[in-house]
Nanobody, 122 residues
Framework: QVQLVDSGGGLVQAGDSLRLSCAASTVSFRNYGMGWFRQAPGKEREFVATISWGGGHTDYADFVKGRFTISRDNAKNTVYLQMNSLKPEDTAVYYC???????????????WGQGTQVTVSS
């Protein structure tokens, strides 16, 4: 079974940056498409970003394009989400996920991290 551990969240001010990390427990990490999702209080989980097995293809939600960048280091079994120009509306619990291939839908993923809290103040 694949285990994913999210980290890197915290409390920042609007306009600041954070980098989230997600470490996988398996040496087969390079065979998984990866994604980032987020969930704010009272709202449904929503797609943020995804990346293919080799990192050659990425896709982003419209509300983060130009601000967030997803990347992966297969040698370290880790996927990252670089978040710049953070806004208060970015406040949420962020979850990484692993699936057979990259996807913008949560239904495309089989394994999920525990989540890491990102809070952006005005």
């Amino acid at each position: 079974q694949v285990q994913l551990v999210d980290s890197g969240g915290g409390l920042v001010q609007a306009g600041d940056s954070l980098r989230l990390s997600c470490a996988a427990s398996t040496v087969s990490f390079r065979n998984y498409g990866m994604g980032w999702f987020r969930q704010a209080p009272g709202k449904e989980r929503e797609f943020v970003a995804t990346i293919s097995w080799g990192g050659g293809h990425t896709d982003y939600a419209d509300f983060v394009k130009g601000r967030f960048t997803i990347s992966r280091d297969n040698a370290k079994n880790t996927v990252y989400l670089q978040m710049n120009s953070l806004k208060p509306e970015d406040t949420a619990v962020y979850y990484c996920a692993a699936g057979r291939t990259w996807s913008t839908s949560s239904a495309g993923y089989l394994h999920w991290g525990q989540g890491t809290q990102v809070t952006v103040s005005s």
